[in-house]
């Protein structure tokens, strides 16, 4: 039965609906600048539907950019490229332009580029179990957030510091990073980073045999997604509180759990948690010899 986490990594997408308003804008646009910004915001709405050009209008970008002298923009240039790279699994590659965006959004005082650099970088380490240097670069983005006073990038940075402590095991020390991200989304409001973070939780108390726990972090998730809509990412908790009712031998409750579940990932589209919800299901009637 898999376990799995959700991390919170600032790759800087963004759901870009209205592209070609964006391109119409650019073409009266007057001012370098301005054209610089408004191809950052096309290119991560291309970098949704056609990757092709969002690294057309990226190349635009950074000729602009290197002829300005602006810093942010070939900052801009390198993150994207590196996502680029991390799409498909080039991972030396796009650890290669993160670092290498750094030190242009540095210059320009750029800190959310600064701290997406970082994410992106402790992300990859993560997906190549380079868990130690992942660490590094969370929790150096974790200072960066504190200087700034930026709470959002804090709690981010906590919990994807709790999230790497679970790949290693550590998972008192994931659950005490993930605790300390919780009250900073409340005041924001998050509710999804809630239920993301209430996920992860409940992942660690499953794997600490904290059942009871698990499975009251696991509902406070569903809840918090419910609330903010972020329907297609509850069918993974219902395969993790499947999970849990295997753990205490409730073979009919992990059953019906997995059904649950199930059915609301074919709804929603989740086809990852439906693997393993029908795995579930599988276990679940052999173990009552059907």
């Not at 670092?99 to 320009?108: I, L, M, N, Q």
């Not at 297609?232 to 649950?260: E, R």
Request: glycine share 6%; proline share 1%.
């Amino acid at each position: 039965m898999k376990i799995f986490l959700f991390v919170l990594v600032s790759l800087c997408f963004s759901a870009m609906a209205q592209t070609d308003s964006l391109v119409k804008l650019y073409a009266i646009a007057k001012q370098d600048t301005t054209r610089v910004n408004l191809i950052n915001q096309i290119v991560y709405s291309f970098e949704q539907t056609n990757l092709d050009s969002a690294s057309q209008w990226a190349q635009k970008g950074f000729l602009i950019s290197e002829k300005t002298a602006n810093n942010k923009g070939i900052g801009n240039y390198f993150n994207h490229k590196g996502r680029m790279n991390l799409y498909i699994q080039r991972y030396d590659s796009a650890i290669f332009y993160f670092k290498k965006a750094y030190p242009y959004f540095e210059k320009a005082g750029f800190i959310k580029g600064m701290i997406s650099c970082n994410n992106n970088i402790g992300a990859v380490y993560g997906e190549i179990g380079k868990n130690t240097e992942a660490l590094s670069y969370h929790f150096d983005n974790l200072k960066i957030g504190e200087k700034a006073g930026d709470a959002e990038s804090v709690a981010n940075s906590y919990v994807n510091i709790g999230n790497v402590y679970n790949q290693m095991q550590h998972y008192y020390l994931s659950v005490q990073n993930i605790l300390k991200a919780i009250p900073l989304y409340e005041k924001l409001n998050s509710e999804k980073a809630l239920g993301t973070c209430y996920y992860n939780l409940a992942v660690s108390n499953y794997h600490l045999k904290n059942y009871e726990k698990a499975t009251e972090y696991g509902l406070r998730s569903n809840n918090y997604f419910e609330r903010s809509n972020t329907l297609s990412q509850i069918p993974n908790n219902y395969s993790l509180l499947s999970n849990i009712a295997f753990s205490k031998n409730d073979f009919d409750g992990a059953l019906a759990t997995a059904k649950t579940g199930a059915a609301l990932a074919l709804k929603n589209s989740n086809n990852y948690a439906l693997f393993f919800l029908y795995e579930n299901m599988s276990q679940a009637y052999r173990s009552q010899k059907q």
